[in-house]
Nanobody
């Protein structure tokens, strides 16, 4: 399995931006499609975005499309999530995850997970 470590979370005001990173190790990063999920208190884990092995295809949850951008740098074994125009309802723990196939939005299709990074958006 690939090991994943997220970073870049923090406290930001509504309308602000954050960029999350997910560093991968242990296996060949480019062999995996990747995704971002989030989980707010007392809510189920929610799909945010997915990216293909090379990064040429991306897929977003409807509410994030146009505000969030997923990307990857396979030379650095790193996944990114650029979050703009943040809203208080974006407050959650954000997780990166690896999958053997691209295009899944359900967490059960991802086999490796990071520990999460907290994002808090104040109003």
């Amino acid at each position: 399995q690939v090991q994943l470590v997220e970073s870049g979370g923090g406290l930001v005001q509504a309308g602000g931006s954050l960029r999350l990173s997910c560093a991968a190790s242990g296996r060949t990063f480019s062999n995996y499609a990747m995704g971002w999920f989030r989980q707010a208190p007392e809510k189920e884990r929610e799909f945010v975005a997915a990216i293909s092995y090379s990064g040429d295809m991306t897929y977003y949850a409807g509410s994030m499309k146009g505000r969030f951008t997923i990307s990857r740098d396979n030379s650095k074994n790193t996944l990114y999530l650029q979050m703009d125009s943040l809203k208080p309802e974006d407050t959650a723990v954000y997780y990166c995850a690896a999958s053997n196939r691209y295009g899944f939005s359900h967490s059960s299709q991802y086999h490796s997970w990071g520990q999460g990074t907290q994002v808090t958006v104040s109003s």
